[in-house]
């Protein structure tokens, strides 16, 4: 896979002319990470929902306002007796919102069934859009993105 391989995710230019060939470009970007996107209406709310896996995590954006929102980390850790815990920490944007984390928490709890990398999402939502239908459908869109 593209996430496994071994392609550092440096931009070298040519040794013979210092210039990028096309192929070499497109290697190296490939390399660096993979995107899906989609927009749909949720509730009647244009909702933007795009997942981009880099080699060390995966990015999910969660947007009703065209804006990038509150952002957070999200990770699973394995405990010493086995089980698991998810911890989601605001990095920045509004502490005070517990939306967030719940997102963040639910979506690395699914994640972690199939992937070990940890989640940096960004969630800017309106006040239409912060009901617990809103919040399912979200969570299986970006299942269905899933590019990890």
């Not at 306002?65 to 980390?73: A, E, P, Q, R, S």
Request: charged share 20%; with cysteine; glycine share 4%.
């Amino acid at each position: 896979s593209l996430l496994e391989s071994n392609v550092p995710c440096l931009l070298e230019p040519n040794t013979t002319n210092n210039a990028m060939t096309p192929d070499m470009l497109t290697s190296a970007v490939k390399s660096c990470f993979r995107s899906r996107q989609t927009a749909m209406k949720i509730n009647g709310v244009h909702t933007d929902i795009i997942v981009q896996v880099f080699q060390d995590r995966i990015f999910v954006i969660i947007t009703q306002i065209k804006k990038i929102g509150t952002l957070v980390y999200a990770v699973a850790e394995e405990t010493s007796m086995g089980s698991r815990t998810f911890t989601a920490n605001v990095l920045l944007g509004r502490r005070d919102d517990p939306l967030v984390l719940i997102y963040a928490r639910q979506m690395i709890e699914q994640i972690s069934a199939t992937s070990s990398l940890p989640l940096l999402m960004s969630v800017s939502m309106t006040p239409e859009g912060r009901d617990a239908r809103t919040f399912e459908t979200i969570i299986n869109v970006v299942l269905k993105l899933k590019c990890w």
